[in-house]
């Protein structure tokens, strides 16, 4: 339970940023931002997988780099359902979507599946100085 709400938290932040950065992007406030999380993931929990299957092919000639545009789809379809979430067009939600993936990833990384917060330590041993 606490690695779900860790991400959820995550996704709210991700949003929250591209919000702030992308022009063309617009959404207020925390229930809106966690309301718009909630519905990302069950979006690509559910519809993202048939698109990326239908996609395939022109997902492999562009060297996975069609998933970017899945991604942006898949924010456009939370904005549909969400009222307060709105693009000002489909290149705002590509960069929202880009945006998206790498806080994303940023704060994922430090994050392990378990919700907790993981540090690699490396000790060396045996090592003269």
Request: positive net charge; aromatic residues 8%.
């Amino acid at each position: 339970m606490q690695g779900f709400l860790v991400r959820w938290g995550i996704s709210a932040l991700a949003l929250w940023v591209a919000s702030a950065v992308v022009p063309g992007m617009e959404i207020h406030g925390v229930g809106n931002f966690l309301l718009a999380a909630l519905l990302l993931g069950f979006v690509n929990a559910v519809v993202r997988p048939i698109v990326v299957l239908l996609t395939l092919p022109l997902t492999i000639v562009t060297l996975g780099l069609f998933l970017v545009v899945v991604n942006a789809i898949m924010l456009q379809i939370v904005a549909w359902l969400l009222d307060p979430l709105r693009f000002s067009g489909f290149g705002a939600a590509l960069l929202a979507a880009i945006v998206v993936s790498l806080v994303s990833w940023l704060t994922s990384w430090m994050i392990g599946p378990t919700g907790r917060v993981e540090m690699l330590v490396i000790e060396q041993r045996g090592v003269s100085r």
